[in-house]
């Protein structure tokens, strides 16, 4: 009965969790439960989580951006190719898939940076924003990569111990 009392309580912990994302960002609870249990599965802070898909895409499946990037999580096919070879640009606005890869991909650059844990997430959201190459482009001549973007994506944002 202990085991099955946890599973309770963790079931109860994401529904409730849902449902405040799904309120405190007025989207669905579907799309809510979706970016929830794909950023856990990812190995990414469902708070971070939201917090990239809102600056991204405002929560819209179909956004795509000057630069060709698609979906709620705004994947560039060519990244998403790294992931999935041979994904198509439909297949990439599939809301499962698109998650899963952006998501992926920001866990990728959060294992990429080295430092204190906020200045890891600060240089994985802007290489998320800008592109590493770019990134490590301005560090290397000495400045600061700092565009705005990790700063409006982290405002408010604490993260899990």
């Known amino acids: 009965t202990r085991g099955e009392l946890a599973v309770v309580r963790l079931q109860l912990e994401r529904a409730n969790a849902v449902i405040d994302y799904s309120t405190r960002y007025r989207i669905t609870a579907d799309l809510s439960a979706a970016i929830y249990d794909v950023a856990l599965a990812e190995g ?5 989580a939201f917090r990239l ?7 819209k499946q179909r956004a795509r951006s000057k ?7 705004q994947v560039l096919p060519s990244t998403a190719r790294l992931y999935e070879p041979g994904l198509t640009v439909e297949q990439l606005y599939d809301r499962n898939t698109n998650l899963r890869i952006g998501f992926r991909y920001l866990r990728d650059l959060l294992e990429r940076y080295e430092g204190n844990p906020e200045a890891k997430l600060r240089l994985a959201l802007l290489a998320y924003n800008r592109g590493p190459s770019k990134v490590q482009q301005v560090l290397d001549a000495g400045r600061d990569p700092e565009n705005g973007y990790a700063a409006a994506v982290m405002k408010g944002y604490r993260r899990k111990s």
């Open 67 to 73: 630069v060709g990037a698609i979906g709620y999580a």
């Open 53 to 59: 898909v809102r600056a991204e895409s405002g929560f």
């Open 44 to 48: 990414v802070d469902p708070a971070l």
